[in-house]
Structures are given as structure tokens and as C-alpha cells.
């Protein structure tokens, strides 16, 4: 059974850091991509980073470029998302989700399939 699951989140204070953590079982990485998505409330859900089946990386907002870096572990079935110098608009639910292949050249939801159940990520002083 394909399945997502995502830790790591909770309360940091602005300019704090967490990794979250996605454990994939069901399928291999080395033929999927695994991607970063969030969505703040009343707001669209917006992709944040890709890394695809062969290692290499998307990014889909710049506003985290040189804050957040996407990396995987084969051995343990597991991608991370490591966020550095938080803000509080980095406050979000954050899902990983998976497709087959590369990554997609921008955050297209529709071409991701299985969603994790996400993991709350709160930045506040």
C-alpha cells in the first residue's frame, strides 16, 4: 500500500529551524519524485520544493530559496524538508506527495498523486 507520512513539525520562534521528515512505503524513490507542498489557511496550497527519482531538485518559490533544502535518505525510505531562518509566514500545514518520474518543472498539484496527511508548522514568537 502507497503511503506518505509526515513528522517534524511544530511551534518555533521566528529565525528557528525544523527538518520534517517523510517516510514513503509502497514504492521506491529511485522511480519517484517526493515534493513539499503547504497550505496556510485561506490560501491555495503552494509547492515548495521537489526532489525527483534521480536526485535532482525543483525548487517552486523563491521566497525559500537559501532557506529550505530538500534531500533524501533511499536506505530509509525518507526525504526531508530542512527549513532554516523561519518566518512567520512560513506557518503552514505541510504535506509530501509523490509521481512517478521527474519532477514537474513547476508545482502542478494535479501531476502528484497520494498525499501524506501533513504535519503543522506554526512560527510565532
Known amino acids: 500500500q502507497v503511503q506518505l507520512v509526515e513528522s517534524g513539525g511544530g511551534l518555533v520562534q521566528p529565525g528557528g529551524s525544523l527538518r520534517l521528515s517523510c517516510v514513503v512505503s509502497?514504492?521506491?524513490?529511485?522511480?519517484?519524485?517526493i515534493a513539499w507542498f503547504r497550505q496556510a489557511p485561506g490560501k491555495e496550497r503552494e509547492g515548495v520544493m521537489c526532489?525527483?527519482?534521480?536526485?535532482?531538485?525543483?525548487s517552486y518559490s523563491a521566497s525559500m530559496d537559501g532557506r529550505f533544502t530538500i534531500s533524501r535518505d533511499i536506505a530509509k525510505n525518507t526525504v526531508y524538508l530542512q527549513m532554516n531562518s523561519l518566518k512567520p509566514e512560513d506557518s503552514a500545514i505541510y504535506y509530501c506527495?509523490?509521481?512517478?518520474?521527474?519532477?514537474?518543472?513547476?508545482?502542478?498539484?494535479?501531476?502528484?498523486?497520494?498525499w501524506g496527511q501533513g504535519t503543522q508548522v506554526t512560527v510565532s514568537s
Open positions: 526532489i525527483g527519482n534521480s536526485g535532482g531538485i525543483s
Open positions: 509502497g514504492f521506491t524513490l529511485n522511480y519517484n519524485s
Open positions: 506527495t509523490r509521481r512517478p518520474g521527474l519532477c514537474p518543472s513547476y508545482a502542478d498539484r494535479k501531476a502528484f498523486r497520494t
